[in-house]
C-alpha cells in the first residue's frame, strides 16, 4: 500500500494527525488545483478547508482499486472548487472577471502525469480536433462553465456543448 | 435512462460541465445507483493524470489550522473513542442517519405511518435544516441559522423521484421553523426536497435559477 493510502486509512479511523500528514504532503498540489479552477486564493483556501473536510469524513469510502490515492483527493478538492465557482455564478459568462487573466490553458499535454495512464491518455488527447481538445482541459483544468468555454473558443454554445460530449465519447473509447 | 447517457452524464459531472443543480443531482442520485457511481469513478481515474497540468502553488499558512477549527465545529470532539469522522460517505446516507437520530427528539407524539425525514445538507455537507414530513405537510426547522444574502431569497423546492421538473413550494421565511402542505404533490420517500437562492419575490421562471444551497432526500424515519 502507498504512504497515502496507508494515510487514509488511519483518517477514516478518525486519526487527525494521520488528516495532518496528508495536508502537508498533498497541500502544495491541491491548492494548486484549487487555483487553477479559481484563479483566487482566498476561494482556493476555501475549497481546501470544505475538501479536507470532506476528505477526513469520506476518507473510508477511498477504494484502491478504483485508482491511486492521489487522483481521489484531486477529485475531492477539484470538486470542492467547481462547488464554489458554481455558487459565485459560474453559468454567467460575462460575470468571471477573472477569465482571462492567467491563461492555463494547459496545451502543453507533455505536463501531464507521466506513467502509462498519463502516457496512453495524452495520445488519446492528441487525436481529438484542437478545438475539442482545449475545450476538455478547459472544463477540466480551468474550471470553465460551457458558456464560458463557448466565448473563450468563440464558438456557439451549442456546438461547444456537442464536441464536448462527443470529446469524451473519442476519449473512452480511445482508452478502452 | 440509457447506459450511453448515464455514462455521458458521469463523464461531464467529472469534466466539471454540470451546472449547480445537476451536479447536486447528480450527488444525490450516486447514493442510491451503484452503475452511476462506478461510471463517476470509472470517469475521475481516466481524467486524472489530468490533475497535473495545475501549477503547484503554496497555499496560505494559516490555512490548516483553519481545517482544524473546522473539524472541530463541524464534527464532535473526541472523547473515549474518535467521534469526529462522520460514519456516513455522502450525501444520502448522511441525511437519513442524521434525520434518524434527532427523529427521537421531534417525532413526541405517535405517528399513524412512519414520517419521512431528511437533513437538508449544504454543498460542504453540513447539516442546515431538519425536514419532516408526515401525512400532506412537510415541516421545517433549522439546524442553525443562516442569514439569506441581501436582496435575495430563499426558496423551497420538492423534486419527486422519476420527475423531470422539481415543484416550487414557497419562499423560506425567516423564521427558523415553517411548514408547508402542497397541493400538487404528496411527500414521498425519495423525493428530493431544496432551497435555492433566488431574486427577490422567488424564481421568475418557476423552475430554480439560482445555486443551491440546501439539498436532501426524503426517506423513512427509523426505518421501519
Known sequence: MSDTAALLVRIAGGDRAALHALYKAQSVRLFGIAMA?????DQAADALHDGFLNIARRAASFDAAMGAPEAWTGAVIRHAALDIARRRGREMPT??????????????????????????????????PEKN???????????????????????????????????????????A | MTPEERDALAGEYVLGTLEAREAAELRARMETDAELAAAVAA?????????????????????????????GLALAPATARPRWRFPWPALGLGASAVAAGLAAFILLRPAPQAPLMTVLLTSSDQPAWL????????????????????????QLWALPQGATAPTSLGLVPEAGRFSVTP??????????????????????????????????????????
Not at chain 1, 161 to 166: E, G, L, S, Y
Not at chain 2, 43 to 71: D, F, K, S, V, Y
Not at chain 2, 217 to 224: M, V
Request: proline share 10%; hydrophobic share 40%; with cysteine.
Open chain 2, 131 to 154: 425536514v419532516e414530513a408526515a401525512g400532506d405537510t412537510i415541516r421545517l426547522a433549522a439546524l442553525n441559522r443562516r442569514a439569506v444574502e441581501p436582496g435575495r431569497v430563499a
Open chain 2, 43 to 71: 470517469w475521475e481515474q481516466r481524467l486524472a493524470p489530468l490533475l497535473t497540468l495545475a501549477p503547484p502553488e503554496a497555499p496560505p499558512p494559516e490555512l490548516w489550522a483553519r481545517i482544524e477549527r473546522g473539524l
Open chain 1, 95 to 128: 460575470d468571471d472577471a477573472t477569465l482571462g487573466d492567467r491563461p492555463v490553458e494547459a496545451t502543453q499535454l507533455s505536463a501531464i502525469a507521466d506513467g502509462e495512464e498519463g502516457a496512453r491518455l495524452r495520445s488519446c488527447l492528441e487525436q481529438l
Open chain 2, 183 to 224: 397541493t400538487t404533490l404528496r411527500p414521498s420517500p425519495g423525493m428530493l426536497i431544496e432551497i435555492t437562492l433566488e431574486p427577490p419575490g422567488g424564481s421568475p421562471t418557476g423552475r430554480p435559477t439560482g445555486p443551491i444551497l440546501f439539498i436532501g432526500r426524503l426517506s423513512e424515519a427509523g426505518g421501519s
Open chain 1, 37 to 41: 479552477i479559481l484563479r483566487d486564493r
Open chain 1, 133 to 175: 481538445r482545449r475545450g476538455i482541459l478547459l472544463a477540466f483544468v480551468d474550471g470553465l462553465s460551457h458558456p464560458q468555454i463557448a466565448a473563450r473558443l468563440e464558438l456557439p454554445l451549442g456546438t461547444v456543448k456537442a464536441w464536448i460530449r462527443r470529446g469524451l465519447l473519442s476519449l473512452r473509447e480511445c482508452l
